[in-house]
């Protein structure tokens, strides 16, 4: 069964061609460079960007996976959360795609997507596991009993991890988006250089918060004398992702150890970190533990993710209603 996934819920124009689930056929990406000059993504301007980039996006995505409209069985698209303009775009789109060569259609959770790159990549991995979910707008740990059935065990109480990583690297001069940047400067740097707070570590939830350790490093910053900060960026930048990641595993792992869960996933643009990556395998000591992540052009949005999670779910439902809408605040329980 071929599906067709399109993902414009932020700044990605990206269409893929997935064969039964599990095998992609193409995953082709435009992430939006405009927005840099913004500090940040502008819903505008990336549903402008996406209006002239979905049909090229869509015609390169047949033409590397060598099929046709009329040889894809099932049309997927993102249909929540994420920004309503770009959603509406890629939604849209996908209908008229779905009606046009009478194809069923099935609305996708952008969440369920991240859990389903997983499943996509890792044959290996349980029915039921854990998966930490982390990008720039979701912080998220949520028990997998099977695909389509999820419990939240806790989030965030304000900024998404990802969010702090890229705003951390904007005040630092990084530049946007920082997030990975700021990674790859921290590998040279001295990660006890300064004790920056990990918030709520020690409470016995699995909430997040990272509106302070953001907010710690730019009062840091300020207190700086002049010249300091280049001499000491790469530390800072490690201090700082050492305190982000720090909260995030030791949450994970406790939350894994509790529930008797022993696959874990990561999900979403952060589990690219290579810091997240190393400290999980660094404290996953005991062999009954896996640990599982996405290949990086996987953790990033993406529709291969939307066309596997797609094919899972009209399995599992069959066809979406084409009357569908976009949904921004959709949660992962509403999948």
């Known amino acids: 069964m071929l599906t067709l996934g399109i993902e414009t819920s932020c700044d990605e124009t990206s269409v893929a061609v997935v064969r039964d689930g599990n095998t992609i056929l ?19 301007v990336a549903s402008r960007a996406h209006l002239k980039t979905i049909i090229p996006i869509y015609d390169q995505a047949l033409e590397q996976a060598g099929v046709g409209l009329g040889d894809i069985d099932l049309v997927a698209a ?55 979910i982390v990008s720039g707008g979701h912080t998220m740990l ?31 001069g990084l530049g946007y988006p920082g ?78 150890r509790e529930k008797r869960l022993y696959h874990i996933a990561l999900a979403g643009g952060v589990a690219a970190n290579t810091r997240l990556r190393k400290m999980f395998q660094e404290r996953l000591n005991n062999k009954k533990y896996r640990l599982f992540w996405p290949c990086v052009e996987l953790c990033t949005d993406n529709a291969a993710m939307i066309a596997a999670a797609g094919y899972y779910r009209f399995q599992r439902d069959g066809p979406s209603d084409l009357t569908v809408n976009a949904v921004p605040y959709l949660r992962l329980t509403q999948a």
Do not use: W
């Open 26 to 44: 193409s995953n082709v990406i435009l992430t939006q460079v405009v927005h840099s000059k913004f500090g940040g993504v502008v819903p505008e």
């Open 78 to 132: 993102t249909m929540g959360p994420g920004l309503v303009g770009p959603l509406l775009v890629g939604l849209t789109f996908a209908k008229g795609l779905a009606f046009g060569a009478s194809k069923p259609f099935v609305a996708v959770n952008h969440m369920e997507g991240h859990l389903a790159a997983n499943i996509l990549e890792h044959a290996d991995l349980d029915q039921s596991h854990l998966c930490l």
């Open 142 to 172: 949520a028990e997998v009993k099977r695909f389509g059935e999820y419990e939240i065990l806790g989030g965030t109480r304000d900024d998404a991890v990802g969010e702090a990583f890229d705003k951390v690297a904007k005040i630092m």
């Open 179 to 256: 997030g990975h940047r700021l990674d790859g400067l921290a590998q040279s740097g001295n990660p006890d250089y300064v004790r920056f707070p990990r918030a709520m570590m020690g409470q016995k939830n699995y909430t997040f918060s990272y509106s302070g350790v953001k907010t710690a490093v730019a009062l840091y910053l300020e207190k700086l004398e002049q010249g300091e900060l280049e001499r000491h960026k790469a530390d800072i930048a490690a201090s700082f992702q050492e305190a982000a990641v720090e909260v995030l595993v030791e949450k994970t792992l406790r939350a894994a």
